[in-house]
């Protein structure tokens, strides 16, 4: 194991994620010659808390939504292992998937998207109580109510459909259906996007609160790095498939290691800040055909050297002041 996977180790490891990979495509052809394939996950390993938030951040295309449908089961890594609290995760999906579903739950971006337009809210909220959680009619009608109590809806909201709410009241919706299974783990794949700020903060401190009530563990991802870091004890930093940078939240956010993870703050745009970073619109990009042999961040990296561009680094080859801070980079950014 190495040295990175030995300190993840550490603590009440709910999800492991060991060198996991996912290719789409590849393959022979028909009259010869190899297809094409796209490399959307490449050897990512990192592990998730019990009763923690990660959060996961990086630029779209980078893999955060591929991790998220195969912490979920809905895709099956290429190669690798991701285990749930010690049990194979790819196996328990391909032999008992409802056994899945009790134990992780996925809230969507678009809210109102996620639900089925032609079906009442009691309808899509019992689904899962009847299929996973062998409840009678009354014990089904209990724990509805205990799920709109918890998320703040109206009772009289079953009767109604999708169309009629607002896209807050819709992802309150959403988180609802997820717990209604009773998850220890919930992946909210970008949950606040889609929703106006003073929502945003509304859903934020409801999520904070039903993970206290119902003791869940999450997965945060977002391209929103002020919401990542209100909401995050830890932070994993994704680029091109590959972890970037991992580590406590207050850290990453005050000495990031990893020049990506730097470039990704100094871009983000807040109140009252003009010095944004714009990056040349002619910058590499790395093609998913094709990986590089070495860092897939050298050519829009300030900081490269030709062994950046002949020799991948190691996940942990740079390491911030904590014990759990690491970054993937062979020329890692001096502590302020």
């Known amino acids: 194991m190495s040295v990175v996977s030995a300190r993840q180790s550490e603590g009440d490891t709910l999800l492991g994620i060991e060198d996991v990979e996912r290719v789409f495509g590849g393959g ?4 010869g ?25 990086g630029e779209s295309g980078c893999g955060k939504s591929t991790l998220a449908r195969l912490v979920v089961g809905l895709d099956l890594p290429t190669s690798g292992t991701i285990t749930f609290d010690g049990e194979d995760l790819a196996g328990l999906a391909k032999r008992n998937r409802k056994a899945l579903a009790r134990k992780v739950q996925y809230v969507f971006q678009d809210p109102v998207a996620s639900l089925n337009p032609r079906k009442t809210i009691r309808t899509i909220l019992e689904a899962p109580l009847k299929h996973l959680s062998g409840l009678d009619a009354r014990g089904r009608e209990k724990r509805l109510q205990e799920l709109l109590e918890a998320v703040n809806l109206a009772p009289e ?6 169309h009629e709410f ?10 609802a259906r997820a717990l209604a299974a009773g998850p220890e783990l919930i992946v909210l794949d970008e949950p606040v996007s889609a929703l106006d700020v003073s929502v945003q903060a509304q859903v ?26 209100s909401v995050s004890d830890r932070v994993a930093v994704m680029y091109f498939g590959r972890m970037a940078e991992l580590g406590p939240a207050k850290e990453i956010f005050r000495h990031p290691l990893h020049p990506y993870t730097d470039l990704l703050m100094r871009s983000a745009p807040a109140p009252g800040r003009h010095d944004l970073l714009s990056e040349d619109a ?3 990009l790395p093609d998913p055909y094709n990986p590089p042999p070495g860092c897939a961040f050298a050519a829009r990296c300030a900081r490269k050297t030709e062994l950046c561009h002949s020799v991948r680094p190691a996940p942990d080859e740079a ?9 993937a980079c062979h020329h890692p950014l001096p502590r302020a």
């Open 28 to 31: 022979r052809k028909l009259f």
């Open 33 to 57: 010659g190899d297809k094409p394939a796209v490399h959307a996950v490449q050897g990512l390993t990192l592990n998730v808390r019990r009763g923690e938030t990660l959060g996961v951040v």
């Open 157 to 162: 909201f079953l009767e109604r459909y999708p």
């Open 166 to 175: 607002s896209g807050g009241q819709a992802q309150r919706i959403g988180i």
């Open 204 to 229: 934020l401190n409801l999520l904070d609160a039903l993970k206290e009530q119902f003791g869940l563990t999450y997965i945060f991802i977002s391209h929103d790095l002020s919401v990542v870091e």
């Open 282 to 284: 002619a910058a590499e």
């Open 319 to 327: 390491r911030g002041e904590g014990a759990n801070h690491f970054a």
